[in-house]
């Protein structure tokens, strides 16, 4: 099983010299850097919030590329690949790293329609790195432009995810659910359910399932965690592509380490 952190990304990257140079190019790239940081200022300075910001989009990409790996070797191809958008499975899975890592950019102008907003925002930064990446293949650049937009503008609650690249990155999004991304609203005052129970989360696991492809083990200290996965990873899966593809197994960490009936959208 793998555990969803914050250096799980660095493994998908090393293995592949496209996303390598992708994620260098958004490293170093100030407008991507601002933009990261400026939708924190939004969503946990204004707003009080969880994390939206580099921590929260650097655990996204690897949860993504984990799930996109989990389900390519189970035989799910993405749609990409299925539709003749792209020519390869890495460059499927560079729309992946590319949408989850910049899908809260929209953010840093407003909380409201930031998927749409973020989706926009999007497009100038790819026009500006992904040229020396992909050899200037333009025709390429455009295809890719339209996945990675249509990713990000899907991770909206309200909007059906129409790949599985987009799908991936939409549930990839609701896994980031452990404690550290609510302590900074916490510690600001805010102890609302969305900060209690996502401060009751120990942990989220991705690993192949035993009755479907994916599994998500999400571990928690007591059932408050339950409304994390009830309310912002259900949502997110059921309007998703790869639903029926996943199991999500609850479990209370006390001294009987307690596991809650699966859950099978």
Known sequence: MTLVTPTLVERHIQESSLLARAWEALQ???EVQVLLEMSNVTTVKRLLYNDHGPLHARIVTGSALEIYDILLKSGIQPSSIMDGIVESEDQAKLIV???AYLHDIGNAVHRSNHELIGSILAKSILDRILPPILGGDKSLLARLESEVMHAIYSTSMDVDALTIEASIVKVADATDMAEGRARLPYKHGKTDIHAVSA????SVEIEPGSIRPLRIRVNMRNPAGLFQVE????PKLMTSLIREYVEIVPI???NSDIHLD???P
């Open 28 to 30: 170093g790239d100030p």
């Open 97 to 99: 790293m590319l949408a």
């Open 199 to 202: 401060l009751s989360i120990k």
């Open 231 to 234: 309310k912002v990873l259900m």
């Open 252 to 254: 209370v960490m006390d």
């Open 262 to 264: 699966p859950i099978y």
